[in-house]
């Protein structure tokens, strides 16, 4: 059984996964008949009131959080290793931006989570599927735009897309129920909620960003 890591970056879209994004892709993984291993790293987030969409001071856990969405089930990413893994997807949500990486501050001058970026270039180095969805795609521009110019999608959002250039990476528009697949590094992306306007047309994109991946393991 093909196993796929899932970097998830806590729970709720404004301060950690994007929900409906990171079941979708558990998921789809399952229906594939693949195992999904959930992975986050052990740091701090700023916690944003889900109702108010309102900072409210106060921290939490992305690794706590995230087990939220894994029902516990889950490993700190530190001690996730390339070798073990056939493929890595990374869902969306502002933690994305915000906790995996530093792209929703400072954009393509932005840096990854250290733990987080060894994975992806240990993947990448091995020649493994990465898969990332929404905004997730920024992380693996920031880890792999300079050395691989990779083609990905965040869909058409212009100031966006800017950004992801601005890495080295190139953004593809794309619509929400489609993904782009770039075969020469191995890296699938998909806008889902960038661009989607219902969880049925981000579960569309994502089902395919999935099989996509799947398709590319060796």
């Known amino acids: 059984m093909k196993k796929i890591g ?67 089930d889950i490993a700190d990413v530190k001690t996730a290793k390339a070798e073990e893994l056939d493929a890595i997807v990374l869902p969306g949500g502002f933690g994305a931006a915000k906790n995996l990486c530093s792209f929703g501050f400072e954009g393509p001058k932005g840096s990854v989570q250290p733990d987080v970026l060894k994975l992806i270039r240990d993947m990448a180095a091995a020649k493994k599927p990465i898969c990332a969805i929404c905004i997730a795609p920024a992380v693996v521009a920031l880890a792999l735009g300079k050395e691989l110019a990779p083609k990905l999608t965040i869909g058409n959002d212009p100031g966006t897309a800017q950004g ?29 909620y960038m661009l989607a306007g219902s969880i049925a047309e981000a579960g569309k994109g994502i089902e395919k960003a999935i099989k996509a991946t799947l398709e590319l393991i060796k």
């Open 6 to 72: 899932v970097v998830l970056s806590g729970c709720g879209v404004r301060d950690g996964s994007e929900i409906h994004e990171a079941v979708l892709t558990l998921l789809a993984i399952d229906n594939s008949g693949a195992k999904a291993v959930c992975l986050a790293p052990d740091i701090e987030l700023d916690e944003v009131n889900h109702l108010t969409m309102q900072d409210t001071g106060a921290k939490r856990n992305v690794l706590v959080e995230a087990a939220r969405i894994a029902r516990g």
């Open 164 to 192: 992801i250039n601005g890495t080295g990476s190139s953004n593809v528009e794309c619509p929400a129920t489609e993904c782009v697949i770039d075969r020469d590094n191995l890296i699938v992306s998909t806008p889902a």
